[in-house]
């Protein structure tokens, strides 16, 4: 098994920044991505950035701009630096990993962002 543990989030203000890290743990044996995707109440989950094993990047366009992902691949963790933060980024917050030639999908347990205006 996979076992993912999201920390960072919080409560900040308009326009501040937040930083969270995902640590994944267990039976990690060929990561194809890491990601975080995010969900807010009453709407479906969907990504925010992910980042693959080679280090390519993808981002929501809402994020573009602002957040960051970022990978160590030693450590098996991912971070996402978020700037400039608007109250229409607060959702709970998920990390992803997918790994193998199946393609497995695990998912960390959620963080809550909450942005105040």
């Known amino acids: 098994q996979v076992q993912l543990v999201e920390s960072g989030g919080g409560l900040v203000q308009a326009g501040g920044s937040l930083r969270l890290s995902c640590v994944a743990s267990?039976?990690?044996?060929?990561?194809?991505?890491m990601g975080w995707y995010r969900q807010a109440p009453g709407k479906q989950r969907d990504l925010v950035a992910r980042?693959?094993?080679?280090?390519?990047?993808n981002y929501a366009d809402s994020v573009k701009g602002r957040f960051t992902i970022s990978r160590d691949n030693a450590k098996n963790t991912v971070t996402l630096q978020m700037n400039n933060l608007k109250p229409e980024d607060t959702a709970v917050y998920y990390c992803?990993?997918?790994?193998?030639?199946?393609?497995?999908?695990?998912w960390g347990q959620g963080t809550q962002v909450t942005v105040s205006s």
């Open positions: 992803r990993l997918n790994q193998g030639s199946s393609r497995q999908n695990y």
């Open positions: 267990g039976r990690i044996f060929s990561i194809n991505y």
């Open positions: 980042i693959t094993s080679g280090g390519s990047t």
